[in-house]
């Protein structure tokens, strides 16, 4: 009888900690799902906030690479126009280097000597070709280099071809002899001046 009393002592106190253990783990679980409920609160709290912060930077990225993608072309379309105001600016280069040889032999025409009077006449009409193809070009801005004797050197516009020892009247480094005449369109040189040069 004592026996069966213990062993059922024993069955009640098992039972009781079993209950216990199953109460105990309830809680445990319960505390567990109110942490899960809170973390799932705080998570996409969370997770949009990160989400925000993405896209606040891959939206900076893009303002980035937007005002620079128009600073380049800013930049190009004023590269573009300075190349165009130069292009047009000296527009008919190529022409005007065409044309100078003929002015040239113009020069050379009525550099020479006639008697006869027919010839004279001839040479009115080339006079007038010759001042007409002058105006001209200065009309479009190509206009003859100043290099008259006694004026200074200038390698920029001058090219000497020859030297010549300088005198009491001839200073060096001065312009002796033009040998071709030079011609510069606006600001820039077509074809420097041949000339002798006092050293």
């Known amino acids: 009888m004592a026996e069966k009393k213990s062993a059922a002592a024993k069955e009640e106190k098992a039972a ?3 209950e216990q253990t199953a109460a105990d783990q309830a809680a445990k679980n319960a505390e567990e799902a109110k942490d899960a409920k809170s973390a799932a609160k705080e998570d996409p709290t969370a ?7 993405d896209l606040k930077k ?3 990225e893009k303002d980035d ?16 126009k300075k190349e165009r105001a130069q292009l047009i600016k000296y527009d008919g280069q190529g022409l005007a280097k065409d044309i100078l040889p003929v002015l040239d032999n113009l020069k050379r ?17 080339i006079q007038m070709v010759h001042d007409h193809l002058e105006k001209a070009l ?25 030297t010549a020892p300088a005198s009491d009247d001839q200073k ?7 040998l071709q005449a030079g011609y510069e369109m606006k600001d820039r040189v077509l074809r ?3 000339v002798v040069v006092a050293q």
């Not at 690479?65 to 573009?80: S, T």
């Not at 060096?172 to 033009?178: E, G, K, M, R, S």
Request: hydrophobic share 35%; net charge negative; aromatic share 4%.
């Open 16 to 18: 009781q900690a079993a």
């Open 47 to 53: 997770a949009l906030k990160q989400q925000i912060d």
């Open 58 to 60: 891959q939206l900076d």
């Open 65 to 80: 690479q937007y005002l620079r993608a128009q600073a380049e072309i800013q930049n190009m379309n004023n590269h573009f």
């Open 109 to 125: 025409a009525l550099a020479t000597q006639l008697d006869d009077k027919q010839a004279q006449e001839f040479k009115k009409g």
């Open 138 to 162: 200065k009309d479009h801005g190509i206009v003859e280099i100043p290099a008259e004797p006694g004026t200074p050197f200038d390698p920029t516009k001058h090219q000497a071809v020859q």
């Open 172 to 178: 060096a480094d001065t312009i002796v002899q033009v």
């Open 192 to 194: 420097p001046s041949m």
